[in-house]
C-alpha cells in the first residue's frame, strides 16, 4: 500500500524553518468563549431563518429571506481553469472599490449573518485583506473565502478574519492539472504545498479548510487521490461534477467508475469521514437528483453589486443593492421585471443551491448536526480515520492503481522553491 507522510510536504519556501507563521503581531484570536458565542447566534439565525422561510413558502411566497450571501468580489482571475465558467460572466462587471465594497457587505450584514467571498480570484484585490477584515468587524459569521489559493501567501493576513478557507484541488497529477489550471507549469504543486502548509495550521489559525473537487471525466480516478490528500491533512473534501450552464454532465454520470467514486464517498461518509453534506444532499449533488431549488435563500451578489433574481445560472439581475438598499428590495424588483419565481427543478448541480433544499426541507436532519459536529468550536475537521480508506477501490483495482500509482509517487518529494515576487508578479 503505498502511502504518503503529510511529512512530505515541505513547507512552502516562504516559511522559514522554526517561524511561526501565523496572523499578524496585533491581531488577537477570539477566545474560546467567544467562539462559542459566535456558534451559538449563527445557529439561532439558521432556525429563525429556516422557520421564516417555511412560512413564506407555505403562503407562496418565494422571496426567501437570506441564509448565507454570495459575494463575488471580482471577475478578475490569476488562472484560466479550461473548465471554469467564470471566464466569461453571465454579466461583466466592474469591481467596485473599498469603500463600496464595505457598503455591499454593511446592506448584507442587515439580512444575513453567513458570506461567502468567491470570484473570479478574491485573492487578486489587493485589498482582500480590508474587505474580509471588515466582514469580520461587522459580525458576519461564519465567514468563507473560495480561492485557488495560490495568492494565500502574499495576503495571509486575510486568513485572521475567515473562519472557513475553501480551496479548490482536483487531482494530485501535477502535470495533468497543471494543464487544467491553463497558467505555466508549477501552479498545481504549488497549491499542494500551500494547502498542506495551511492545514497544518489550522489550529493556530483557528480556520477549517475545505477542499472543493471538481470531478471530470478526465480525473475521476484523481478524486480518490485529492480525497486521501483531504483526510491526510485533515481537510473536509467537498466533491462536485463537472457542470456546464451549471447542469451536470449526464454522460459522465452515466459512467461506471463515476458511480463507483460516489458509491464510495458515500460509504466513507457513512463511515463518518469529512465530506461536506449529508448522505443524500452529496447523492443529489453527485448523481444529478431532482431537487426543490430555493436560490433566493442564497442570494449571489455580483462585483458592482448587482444581485440575481432568483439565482445566478438563470441570469437575471434584480437590482442593485447599493442602489435599491437590500436583497428584499432587489428581490421585489426582480419580481416586478420578471415575473414571480416559485421553487425551481432545473437542477443545477451545484452544492449551494442544492443544499437549500436540505436547509428548508431536512433542516433537522443529519445535514445540520453534522455540520455543527463538524465545525462547532474548533478548528480543522475534528475527525482523525485512516486516510487510506479514500483509495480503497483503486486496490480492488490494480488495473487502475497502476495508473495512479505513479502520479502518487510524483507528488510526494515536492520541494517548492518560487520567490514570493513571482507571486507578486501574478497579481
Ligand atoms: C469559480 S471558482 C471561484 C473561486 C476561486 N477562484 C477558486 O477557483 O476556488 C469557485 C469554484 O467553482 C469551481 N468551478 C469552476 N468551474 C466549474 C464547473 N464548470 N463545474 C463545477 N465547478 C466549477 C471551481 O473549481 C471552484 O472550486
Ligand atoms: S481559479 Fe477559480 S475563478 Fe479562476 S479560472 Fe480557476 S476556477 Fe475559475
Ligand atoms: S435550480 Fe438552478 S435555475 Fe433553478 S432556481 Fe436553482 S439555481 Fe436557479
Known amino acids: 500500500m503505498k502511502t504518503i507522510s503529510p511529512d512530505s510536504y515541505a513547507e512552502p519556501s516562504w516559511v522559514a524553518p522554526g517561524e511561526d507563521h501565523s496572523s499578524s503581531p496585533a491581531f488577537e484570536h477570539?477566545?474560546?468563549?467567544?467562539t462559542f458565542r459566535k456558534n451559538l447566534r449563527g445557529a439561532i439565525h439558521a432556525i429563525r431563518t429556516h422557520r421564516e422561510n417555511r412560512r413564506r413558502v407555505a403562503r407562496g411566497d418565494f422571496k426567501l429571506r437570506p441564509l448565507v450571501g454570495t459575494y463575488y468580489v471580482t471577475h478578475r482571475c490569476n488562472l484560466k481553469c479550461r473548465y471554469c465558467t467564470e471566464h466569461y460572466p453571465i454579466r461583466d462587471t466592474v469591481d467596485l472599490d473599498t469603500e463600496g465594497a464595505y457598503e455591499v457587505l454593511a446592506r448584507l450584514r442587515r439580512e444575513m449573518s453567513a458570506i461567502y467571498f468567491t470570484g473570479g480570484e478574491p485573492l487578486v484585490r489587493p485589498d482582500i485583506v480590508d474587505i474580509v477584515r471588515e466582514a469580520r468587524r461587522l459580525q458576519f459569521f461564519p465567514i468563507h473565502l473560495g480561492t485557488n489559493g495560490l495568492l494565500l501567501p502574499l495576503r495571509d493576513q486575510a486568513l485572521d478574519y475567515v473562519d472557513r478557507l475553501v480551496i479548490s484541488l482536483d487531482s494530485m497529477d501535477a502535470h495533468g492539472w497543471d494543464r487544467v489550471l491553463n497558467a505555466g507549469p508549477g501552479q498545481a504543486r504549488r497549491i499542494y504545498e500551500i494547502i498542506a502548509h495551511y492545514a497544518r495550521n489550522q489550529r493556530s489559525r483557528r480556520i477549517s479548510i475545505l477542499v472543493n473537487c471538481v470531478i471530470s471525466g478526465d480525473s475521476i480516478d484523481q478524486a480518490y487521490q485529492v480525497m486521501e490528500f483531504c483526510f491526510r491533512h485533515d481537510v473536509v473534501f467537498a466533491p462536485v461534477s463537472a457542470t456546464s450552464d451549471s447542469l451536470p454532465d449526464r454522460r459522465l454520470l452515466a459512467r461506471p467508475d463515476y458511480q463507483r467514486l460516489v458509491r464510495h464517498i458515500v460509504e466513507l461518509k457513512r463511515r463518518g469521514y469529512p465530506?461536506?453534506?449529508?448522505?443524500?444532499?452529496?447523492?443529489?449533488?453527485?448523481?444529478?437528483?431532482?431537487?426543490?431549488?430555493?436560490a433566493t435563500s442564497v442570494p449571489h451578489v455580483y462585483p458592482n453589486g448587482d444581485v440575481f433574481y432568483p439565482c445566478q445560472p438563470l441570469g437575471r439581475i434584480g437590482g442593485n443593492l447599493?442602489?435599491?438598499?437590500?436583497?428584499a428590495a432587489a428581490y421585489r424588483e426582480g419580481e416586478r421585471k420578471f415575473g414571480e419565481w416559485k421553487e425551481c427543478w432545473r437542477g443545477c448541480a451545484l452544492n449551494c443551491y442544492v443544499l437549500?433544499?436540505?436547509?428548508?426541507?431536512?433542516f433537522w436532519d443529519q445535514l445540520v448536526?453534522?455540520?455543527?459536529?463538524?465545525?462547532?468550536?474548533?478548528p480543522g475537521t475534528g475527525k482523525r480515520l485512516p486516510a487510506e480508506a479514500a483509495l480503497e477501490p483503486l486496490y480492488e483495482d490494480p488495473g487502475t492503481w497502476r495508473t495512479v500509482y505513479p502520479v502518487d509517487a510524483v507528488t510526494a518529494g515536492i520541494s517548492y522553491d518560487v520567490p514570493i515576487s513571482q507571486l507578486s508578479a501574478a497579481d
Open 275 to 294: 465530506i461536506l453534506g449529508s448522505k443524500d444532499s452529496i447523492e443529489t449533488l453527485l448523481l444529478g437528483r431532482p431537487f426543490p431549488c430555493y
Open 356 to 362: 437549500t433544499a436540505y436547509y428548508l426541507n431536512h
Open 322 to 327: 447599493l442602489e435599491l438598499g437590500s436583497v
Open 369 to 378: 448536526l453534522e455540520s455543527v459536529a463538524q465545525f462547532a468550536m474548533q
Open 30 to 34: 477570539d477566545t474560546r468563549f467567544q
